[in-house]
């Protein structure tokens, strides 16, 4: 009885993710691309840098671009506070950080229980959506974050950092 059990949950394959929220939205980021959650810190501004970065952070002596998530949304600016966080992720070989309202908890769901995007709600500002993952009591936006920066936003990061 033990091995069929095994075989469930071998074809069962679990997502460990990293959620966080902005506004009242849920969403979640693959653990294995996150470095680590750090409390707000002080940000400089650069220059004639892209809309969508925040500015730059010194982070144990590398300087790395930091964007808000909320700007990549297209969602109103909101004063950070003593929930807001930077995640700072690896994306294609770059270390960024994202601030984002909060983060919840790292969470292991199955792949079974997420699905594509509706259509209806997918735009071209949403290409970052992978999936929506069905919780008991809520559902979860699955990101895939190396579609959040679009490949001319990617390269003019590298020159921020």
């Known amino acids: 009885?033990?091995?069929?059990?095994?075989?469930?949950?071998?074809?069962?394959?679990?997502?460990?993710?990293?959620?966080?929220?902005?506004?009242?939205?849920?969403?979640?980021?693959?653990i294995l691309n996150v470095q680590e959650i750090n409390k707000?810190?002080?940000?400089?501004?650069?220059?004639?840098s892209p809309v969508f970065v925040e500015g730059v952070i010194n982070l144990r002596g590398r300087?790395?671009?930091?964007?808000?998530?909320?700007?990549?949304?297209?969602?109103?600016k909101k004063e950070h506070d003593k929930d807001t966080r930077i995640i700072v992720v690896e994306i294609e070989g770059r270390t960024i950080g994202f601030?984002?309202?909060?983060?919840?908890?790292v969470?292991?769901?199955?792949v079974s229980i997420t699905e594509a995007p509706p259509s209806i709600v997918t735009s071209i500002n949403s290409d970052f959506i992978?999936?929506?993952?069905?919780?008991?009591?809520?559902?979860?936006?699955?990101?895939?974050?190396?579609?959040?920066?679009?490949?001319?936003?990617?390269?003019q990061l590298q020159e921020v950092a």
Do not use: A, Y
């Open 130 to 155: 992978k999936s929506v993952g069905k919780l008991e009591d809520r559902l979860l936006i699955l990101i895939d974050l190396n579609k959040v920066l679009l490949r001319e936003e990617s390269s």
């Open 63 to 76: 300087v790395i671009p930091v964007i808000d998530f909320r700007t990549r949304l297209n969602m109103e």
């Open 99 to 105: 601030i984002v309202d909060s983060v919840n908890e």
């Open 1 to 30: 009885m033990s091995t069929v059990n095994q075989k469930k949950d071998d074809s069962n394959e679990l997502l460990q993710l990293v959620s966080f929220k902005i506004g009242s939205e849920e969403f979640g980021v693959d």
């Open 40 to 48: 707000m810190t002080q940000i400089t501004k650069v220059p004639n």
């Open 107 to 110: 969470l292991r769901i199955p």
